[in-house]
């Protein structure tokens, strides 16, 4: 059974930076992609990045702030996020798939970001 469960998600302040987490079971972790998506409050959900064998993508409006990285050793994948924004603030999930999965796909339960000062 596929898992996905993420966690860090926190209030932080604009310019501050988090580390989300995505702890996984259930599938070959080192051979799919994974991405993270997210959700603003009243937004429809936007791709954030994708990560796999070939290399990692992202949105243009996070490329140099954050940065998505993966522990084989404990099946994990984490999103590093500085420099945040108001508009960052979200709901983020990650989700079995690449960037054009669809929302019906193995995703966590979700970890809400809120940025504001």
């Known amino acids: 059974q596929v898992q996905l469960v993420e966690s860090g998600g926190d209030l932080v302040k604009p310019g501050g930076s988090l580390r989300l987490s995505c702890a996984t079971s259930?599938?070959?972790?080192?051979?799919?992609?994974l991405s993270w998506v997210r959700q603003a409050p009243g937004k429809e959900v936007e791709w954030v990045s994708t990560?796999?064998?070939?290399?990692?993508t992202y949105r243009d409006s996070v490329k140099g702030r954050f940065t998505a990285s993966r522990d084989f050793s404990k099946n994990t994948l984490y999103l590093q996020m500085t420099a945040l924004k108001p508009e960052d603030t979200a709901v983020y999930y990650c989700?079995?798939?690449?960037?054009?999965?669809?929302?019906?796909?193995?995703r966590g339960q979700g970890t809400l970001v809120t940025v504001s000062s």
């Open positions: 989700q079995l798939g690449g960037r054009f999965s669809p929302w019906s796909s193995p």
């Open positions: 259930g599938f070959t972790f080192n051979t799919e992609s």
């Open positions: 990560i796999n064998n070939v290399g990692t």
